[in-house]
């Protein structure tokens, strides 16, 4: 994976945990709140990203993950243009407060992996129970924005091809059961590809182009197959920056 793919439509996808090694030191409460009212605050207030959603793993065990999901806290920015990420604009934000113990900078107190996910394709928009519609504000191919809305959970599930995969084999795997389930129970589901990865442990272990595909809910009663790596997030932020037009 090269930097040179980061552009396009689509998500930037971190999860993370405060590491072992600070939890002494860094509570949750805040982890979160530096997370929250300064780090999320200041990314949507960027040119380049406009809404922020944060999420927490349905089955945290603790802050600092365990053995069923290493990284249990998912932050999930839309982007018109993966490529702001390379921006000096984006490599501007902070990544130190006063607000947090030790050194006050966030890479010395927490583990993240940064997963850039360019936008393929998604199914039509379902209305579920009046509770949300869409979870994400994604760009679409023509780099207009869809409407903000939000659903109170996310279920990411990952793909690691064997052998080199085309987006139509992918789309033909999702669709086979009881992936066909899927929809009709989300509200909307999205597929990505892994384009690049910023992470001590990268999504992909192998040499082959994986897929991250998102669906969004209401309740989390839905089940994925063993085969695939899955994991379901609450909602438990969602900020959106409104800017006039011009």
């Not at 113990?101 to 199914?123: Q, R, W």
């Not at 384009?195 to 442990?201: H, N, Q, T, V």
Request: charged content about 20%.
């Amino acid at each position: 994976m090269s930097i040179s793919a980061i552009q396009g439509p689509g998500l930037l996808f971190v999860r993370s945990r405060i590491s072992p090694t600070s939890k002494n030191i860094l509570d949750e409460p805040t982890f979160l709140k530096w997370y929250d009212d300064e780090h999320i605050a200041e990314v949507v207030s960027t040119s380049g990203i406009q809404s922020a959603f944060r999420y927490v793993d349905v089955g945290k065990s603790s802050p600092t993950g365990d053995f069923q999901n290493l990284k249990p806290f998912l932050a999930v920015y839309p982007m018109r243009d993966l490529a702001f990420t390379l921006s000096d604009e984006f490599k501007k934000i902070n990544v130190k407060s006063t607000n947090l113990p030790g050194s006050g900078i966030i890479y010395d107190l927490a583990d993240m992996d940064v997963s850039y996910l360019g936008f393929l394709g998604a199914t039509p928009r379902k209305d579920g129970d009046g509770v949300g519609k869409l979870s994400l504000t994604v760009a679409k191919s023509d780099n207009t924005d869809t409407e903000a809305e939000h659903a109170r959970y996310i279920l990411s599930s990952g793909v690691r091809p064997e052998k080199e995969a085309g987006i139509d084999s992918i789309q033909s795997f999702y669709e086979q059961v009881p992936f066909s389930l899927l929809v009709l129970t989300y509200f909307n589901q999205r597929l990505h590809k892994l384009i690049f990865s910023a992470s001590k442990y990268p999504f992909s272990l192998n040499p082959h182009t994986s897929f991250v595909h998102c669906a969004t809910s209401s309740s989390t009663q839905e089940q994925t197959p063993n085969r695939v790596l899955s994991r379901v997030y609450q909602l438990q932020m969602k900020r959106t920056l409104s800017r006039l037009p011009g």
